[in-house]
């Protein structure tokens, strides 16, 4: 059987291609997954999609009448595919639930150490020869508080990281992960954006998320608190940060994740005029610093990612129960 790869980068290629059965055909395609790029899977019975990959109601139908029956996401989030069309449909839909929680945990602790102690800015300067320390002052973590948003899996494992640091921890959840008793206290959103010099984003875009950080929840915020979003880029007002960088209310932004990331990250856009003047702004902030979704991309995560998304396609072929799976055709 064959599969069609889409948003395939090199790296993809390189550990699906480790874990890919005997028997199994994938066929790689760097172009993302929408209605024009629905023929490359000619002949394929399964596509493999990534975060930005559009799967509305007409992608949908139309990978339907070319006889594919199984979408296979390589990521835990599924705000792209329109659940409702595939189950008409009677699509296969499995997902990877959960990978290497600790590696975007780690990334947001790599955010904070990096825009804190300035390292990226004195790699440069040290690499001319400037060893002046003008800029680069930064505060001791040790005894800060940090809050955190949603604690699930990645939001408890931050948590556990700044409360090793000797951080004080506040999480705010409607539904905490029970493990972390001694580790932080319980808070509500405002009272953690009160009391936090750092806020880490970590709950999933929901209707009910989109946009939680916006003027109003700004302004509540410790005035000069640093902001973390290794999240979804919805859960941000950007032009609402972008004031409140100006006015000094927010005293630095690290970003894994922007709303309208999916015209931009994983791709090499360094000979391109970047029309995103809203982008462009955040980036003339001697205070922010833009990762392009890079947070879950370790050895250990690619490796769970591409054995999860065979072992759903293996329940798929067989027909046997998927504990992954979103949709199971009835
Ligand atoms: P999870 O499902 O284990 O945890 C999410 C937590 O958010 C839950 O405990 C839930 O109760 C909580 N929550 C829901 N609504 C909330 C609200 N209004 N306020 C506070 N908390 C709320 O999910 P997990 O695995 O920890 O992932 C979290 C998010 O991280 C995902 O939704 C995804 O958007 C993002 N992510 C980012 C990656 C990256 O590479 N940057 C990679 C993987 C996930």
Do not use: W
């Not at 599924?78 to 659940?83: A, I, R």
């Not at 462009?280 to 991309?297: C, D, E, I, S, Y």
Request: with cysteine.
């Amino acid at each position: 059987m064959k599969i069609a790869v889409y948003s395939a980068q090199p790296y993809d290629r390189r550990f699906l291609d480790e874990a890919r059965a005997p028997g199994v055909e994938a066929v790689y395609f760097s172009d993302r997954l929408e209605l024009d790029t629905v023929p490359l899977a000619q002949g394929c019975s399964a596509v493999c999609v990534f975060v930005n990959d559009r799967l509305d109601a007409p992608v949908l139908e139309a990978l339907h009448a070319m006889g594919v029956r199984a979408v296979l996401l390589r990521c835990a989030g599924f705000n792209n595919v329109d659940l409702k069309a595939a189950e008409r449909l009677k699509l296969f839909v499995a997902r990877v639930p959960a990978y290497a929680p600790e590696a975007v945990a780690e990334h947001a602790l790599a955010l904070v150490m990096t825009l804190n102690r300035r390292t990226h800015r004195a790699y440069a300067r040290v690499r001319e020869g400037n060893f002046a320390l003008d800029g680069l002052l930064g505060m001791t973590l040790h005894g800060k508080t940090v809050g955190i948003v949603g604690a699930g899996q990645i939001g408890a494992a931050a948590a556990r990281i700044f409360h090793g640091m000797g951080c004080k921890v506040l999480v705010s959840d409607p539904a905490p992960t029970p493990q972390l008793q001694g580790v932080a206290e319980r808070s509500d959103l405002d009272a953690l954006l009160a009391q936090s010099d750092v806020v880490s984003l970590h709950c999933p875009l929901l209707d009910a998320t989109r946009h939680m950080i916006d003027t109003a929840s700004l302004a509540r915020m410790k005035r000069g608190a640093m902001l973390v979003n290794t999240s979804r880029g919805g859960l941000i007002d950007t032009a609402a940060v972008i004031e409140a960088l100006k006015s000094g209310q927010l005293g630095a932004l690290a970003i894994d994740v922007y709303e309208q990331e999916s015209t931009l990250f994983f791709q090499d856009h360094s000979s391109d005029i970047i029309t995103d003047d809203v982008f462009q702004r955040l980036m003339t902030f001697p205070n922010v610093l833009v990762t392009g979704h890079q947070g879950f991309f370790t050895i250990e995560a690619m490796r769970e990612i591409a054995a999860v998304t065979f072992a759903n396609l293996a329940c798929f072929l067989q027909g046997s129960p998927c504990a992954n799976a979103l949709l199971t055709p009835g």
